[in-house]
Nanobody, 121 residues
Framework: QVQLVESGGGLVQAGDSLRLSCAAS????????MVWFRQAPGKEREFVAG?????LYTDSVKGRFTISRDNAKNTVYLQMNRLQPEDTAVYYC?????????????????WGQGTQVTVSS
């Protein structure tokens, strides 16, 4: 059974940092595209960052967020620095085998349950 499990969310103040982790199990994801999406209350789920042979970020997080992966641990990370209240959302990791890296959520076959990130001003 394939599972993606996110962790590392929490309540922080503006300017703080968090590191999210997404641990995959059930199969090896070293050759997959791994991504992070987020969904704020009342808004659609949006692409945040992705990693395959390269990385891709949405404009609002460029220079603040860094996606990385440890294939030996089957884990992908999202380092989030200089967090702002507008970053508040449930963050989801996802995986898929379609290339190139896509911003569309329909491109991904496996999803985690999400982890809440709340940034207070």
């Amino acid at each position: 059974q394939v599972q993606l499990v996110e962790s590392g969310g929490g309540l922080v103040q503006a300017g703080d940092s968090l590191r999210l982790s997404c641990a995959a199990s059930g199969r090896t994801f070293s050759r997959d595209v791994m991504v992070w999406f987020r969904q704020a209350p009342g808004k659609e789920r949006e692409f945040v960052a992705g990693i395959s042979w390269s990385t891709l970020y949405t404009d609002s997080v460029k220079g603040r967020f860094t996606i990385s992966r440890d294939n030996a641990k089957n884990t992908v990370y999202l380092q989030m620095n200089r967090l702002q209240p507008e970053d508040t959302a449930v963050y989801y990791c996802a995986a898929g085998s379609r290339f190139p890296l896509s911003r569309a959520n329909r491109a991904y076959d496996y999803w985690g349950q999400g982890t809440q990130v709340t940034v207070s001003s």
